[in-house]
């Protein structure tokens, strides 16, 4: 906005901009589920998708966390989230694949972990799940990317779904309703700084 536009030239530009929002919040009437992919490099996908689901959670929805990847570490959202009421919370438990090293174990708890979310997006009671870092299960070929987006589509019609993880992937790219990218400028542990409780986990 020009600084130096004048108080009555600022309302008409504010009184605008009113009106094209209004007219975009009242052109929106279909009443349905969405499904949110956040990926990326950069830092703050889950840290925003459980946000979100803090904020469903604030309204009295109910949900549910699907976990994989960080299952050894113990975060701060596990610690917050786990136990609360009105959420369902599972955790693959292998912690980093580069860690497990061992293909045949991260599989099976992949799928093992897979099979708890399959009847949460049936049950339409539940209005929000989480599929906390699941593209690393596609890049590495534990979880078919196919049979998942297609459970995903046929869940229930008010049902949310946020999806985090590094990779772009196409199924979920073509099936999603918003897509954010996050994009790395610049992080600290490139810079030798250590990660720490309740910024990085």
């Known amino acids: 906005m020009n600084k130096d536009l004048s108080n009555a030239e600022h309302k008409a530009a504010m009184q605008k901009q009113q009106d094209e929002v209004r007219s975009k919040v009242a052109s929106a009437r279909i009443r349905r589920g969405v499904i949110i992919y956040l990926y990326g490099n950069g830092k703050g ?47 693959m438990g292998t912690g980093f694949t580069w860690d497990t090293q061992d293909r045949e174990k991260d599989i099976e708890a992949a799928e093992q972990v897979w099979e708890k979310a399959i009847p949460i997006l049936k049950d339409s009671s539940v209005d929000i799940i989480l599929f906390d870092e699941i593209t690393y299960m596609f890049k590495y070929n534990y979880l078919s990317v196919e049979k998942v987006a297609e459970a995903l589509v046929a869940r229930p019609e008010k049902q949310n779904v946020i999806i985090t993880g590094r990779d772009a992937i196409p199924e979920l790219i073509e099936i999603a309703d918003t897509i954010s990218e996050v994009k790395e400028i610049r992080h600290a542990f490139k810079q030798g700084v250590k990660a720490q409780k309740g910024i990085e986990f």
């Open 45 to 91: 996908k889950s840290s925003s998708a459980f946000g979100t689901l803090a904020r469903s959670l604030g309204h009295g929805k109910k949900g549910a966390v699907i976990q994989f990847i960080k299952g050894k570490w113990k975060t701060g959202e596990v610690n917050f989230f786990k136990g609360m009421p009105n959420l369902d919370y599972h955790v």
